[in-house]
């Protein structure tokens, strides 16, 4: 069974200070997604990453993934309010399947303060 | 246009009643997904169409019936719940099979509550 764990669950940033959300997963996988969703709304997709190595940047936000550690990194550099957030990864495992098998890690709620 | 459109947006139903969730995408996506989501819990997957046939099937109880009509519409067939299926129901959808690894882009959700 794959599992995805994200760390930290919880997040209190500073603004202007750099923070990194880690997820690791258990199974052999080529992709994996980073998604946002504010309180009440649903998910808005912020990143695919599907290739060991694979670093990609929007504003403050940078995704990385080592597909040999089985791990991704989101870093927020210098944090703002308007990133209060939580933020989840997705692994697709590598199954032969029709349509994309997400399984979620845990969350990791974002609250960036003043 | 990426737009995954969902209704209704909120739905209140008793144990005894019939109700369905829609779902509709006019980006040419051949592949659909319906997802549940508990408060402060992650989404979690429950049924996958690709090409309009059903792929994927999480183990989920027969009170949820999905059906996909044609390519870009999916429903949601609800009947005989239980107050722990209260929660949000996200639909969602993506360019091809896995095959490409393309976003996939999830709609606001149905918030349900079974009463």
């Known amino acids: 069974e794959l599992k995805v764990e994200q760390n930290p669950l919880f997040l209190s940033m500073q603004e202007g200070k750099n923070y990194t959300i880690y997820c690791n997963y258990s199974?052999?996988?080529?992709?994996l997604y980073w998604y946002r969703q504010d309180p009440g709304k649903s998910l808005e997709s912020l990143f695919v990453?599907?290739?060991?190595?694979a670093v990609k940047q929007e504003g403050r936000l940078m995704a990385s993934l080592d597909t040999k550690a089985r791990l991704s990194t989101l870093h927020i550099t210098a944090a703002v309010h308007d990133l209060s957030a939580t933020y989840f990864c997705?692994?697709?495992?590598?199954?032969?399947?029709?349509?994309?098998?997400?399984?979620f890690g845990g969350g990791t709620r974002v609250l960036v303060k003043p | 246009d990426t737009e995954v459109t969902q209704t209704p947006k909120h739905l209140v139903m008793g144990m005894t009643n019939k109700k369905s969730l829609k779902c509709e995408q006019h980006?040419?996506?051949?592949?659909m997904y319906w997802y549940k989501q508990k408060a402060k819990k992650p989404p979690e997957l429950m049924f996958v169409?690709?090409?309009?046939?059903?792929?994927i099937n999480e183990s989920v109880p027969s009170r949820f019936s999905p059906e996909c009509p044609n390519s870009s519409l999916l429903n949601l067939h609800l009947h005989a719940l239980q107050p722990e299926d209260s929660a949000l129901y996200l639909c969602?959808?993506?360019?091809?099979?896995?095959?490409?690894?393309?976003?996939?882009?999830f709609g606001e959700g149905s918030w349900l509550t079974v009463v």
């Open positions: 969602a959808s993506s360019p091809t099979d896995r095959a490409s690894g393309n976003t996939i882009y």
């Open positions: 990453l599907l290739s060991n190595g």
């Open positions: 997705a692994v697709d495992p590598l199954i032969k399947a029709a349509g994309n098998k997400l399984t």
């Open positions: 169409y690709s090409y309009e046939k059903l792929s």
């Open positions: 980006m040419g996506h051949r592949a």
């Open positions: 199974t052999t996988s080529d992709r």
